[in-house]
């Protein structure tokens, strides 16, 4: 079954979903009908005709039709079933109960694959989410309700297998998202790699439960790459400072460069400083991490600890750690810097998933939320945009030296 994706980026916040719900709403919506045939179809398999066959069998699929809704139309196909039964009798005939036959037109739902996994999943109220997307009352049977969360936990754990023996990644953006569902055993994120191929795609590379903090957490990830064929790590690592991934990649990946998120580094800065104080001290900040070149982004450093160190130490300390990590972009092509100077990949991906939790109530189990968030990372990963001049990735993995983000001549 083809997986289905769905955007969840920054620019997405605050605007109509209508762009991005079209092709998951047909998807689930596919996914479920079929759920309910192959339900339909175990009721006859053992019924068998005057020859041994059996009587009941898929026969293709009615003509597709379109369902109109607020994300636009949805071309979806029901199953076709033949009784090959001779004589007078009825013939058995499949009747979707989510896609009846005249049904044309649905009213407006905006919000129909986050509350779809974010209260489905969790509460099993599929009836209620499909209702809302096809404007009627849609029964599904418990027994569907449970295929579908088979189908999308056989997916999460093939994908978890998946071999990455021929896979070589230029970039890694890694952090711990935390969601307002409460974990069992004491596991307090969803810890996310996010990786860029040869070619400049942005690919979904680790889901997994854990703790942001924690080395163990980070290098059970990284050995489990392995294990699937994965040798060498990233020229470069984008994370926050605090995350335990940077012990646990030295470990496992020790050629991989290490570059610290300015996102995090600067809110770990201001929290250290009054908030009268922070606009400026703001400003200066992005005056080291955007300066033209690394010498210049020194004096910047420079320029913040003469102006605040007497009277914002912490802040001066929390700017000075992990010094030389929070430059590594430099020696990487300037046009990939607004990629890798922070975690927004990850940011933007999960922002709305994060906003959409705030439903959720009570303690999910492991592979139901494991699962929840693979699939709405999934749903953004089809449409992440590949990097900016991602022509220039052969030469950074062939070793060619960059200073300052231009490419060095010798």
């Known amino acids: 079954m083809e997986d289905f994706t769905r955007e969840f980026i920054a620019s997405l916040i605050g605007k109509p979903l209508r762009e991005i719900v079209q092709v998951g709403a047909q998807k689930i919506v596919e996914e479920a009908v079929l759920a309910e045939f192959e339900i339909f179809m175990r009721q006859y398999s053992a019924s068998l005709d005057g020859r041994g066959r ?39 005939q499949f009747r979707s109960s989510i896609l009846p036959p005249y049904l044309r037109r649905a009213k407006e739902m905006d919000e129909f694959i986050p509350y779809l996994y974010l209260k489905g999943i969790s509460t099993g109220d599929f009836s209620g989410v499909l209702s809302q997307l096809l404007g009627k009352e849609t029964f599904i049977s418990a027994n569907t309700v449970v295929r579908l969360k088979e189908i999308w936990e056989e997916e999460y754990l093939a994908w978890n297998q998946i071999d990455l023996s021929e896979k070589k990644y230029l970039y890694w953006w890694v952090d711990g998202v935390h969601f307002n569902v409460r974990l069992e055993n004491d596991r307090s994120c969803i810890l996310v790699i996010i990786g ?9 590379l680790a889901v997994a439960d854990g703790l942001r903090e924690s080395e163990l957490s980070w290098q059970d990830i990284m050995l489990d790459l392995k ?6 790590g ?18 496992e990946y020790p050629q991989t460069s290490q570059q610290r998120c300015w996102v995090h580094k600067t809110a770990n800065i201001l929290d250290k400083m009054p908030k009268s104080i922070q606009p400026l001290a703001k400003k200066h900040i992005h005056a080291i991490y955007l300066a033209d070149t690394k010498k210049e982004a020194l004096e910047e450093f420079d320029r913040f600890v003469h102006m605040y160190e007497a009277k914002y130490p912490k802040a001066v300390d929390c700017l000075m750690k992990s010094k030389d990590e929070s430059l590594a972009f430099y020696d990487f092509p300037a046009a990939h810097w607004r990629h890798i100077r922070s975690t927004n990949a990850i940011e933007s991906a999960f922002a709305t998933v994060r906003l959409r939790t705030s439903k959720t109530k009570g303690m999910a189990s492991r592979i139901t939320t494991l699962t929840m968030v693979f699939k709405l990372a999934q749903a953004a990963e089809k449409k992440w945009q590949r990097i900016h001049q991602y022509n220039l990735i052969p030469l950074v993995l062939a070793g060619v030296k960059f200073i300052d983000g231009v490419q060095h001549v010798a």
């Open 196 to 204: 860029v191929t040869e070619d400049g795609k942005k690919e979904l």
């Open 227 to 232: 294990k699937r064929g994965l040798r060498s």
């Open 234 to 251: 990233p020229q470069l690592a984008t994370g926050d400072g605090a995350l335990g991934f940077w012990k646990a990649l030295s470990k």
């Open 54 to 92: 059996q009587w009941v069998v898929r026969n293709g699929s009615h003509r597709e039709r379109a369902v109109i809704t607020a994300a636009g139309e949805l071309n979806v196909k029901v199953p076709r079933v033949r009784d090959r039964r001779d004589g007078e009798v009825e013939k058995v």
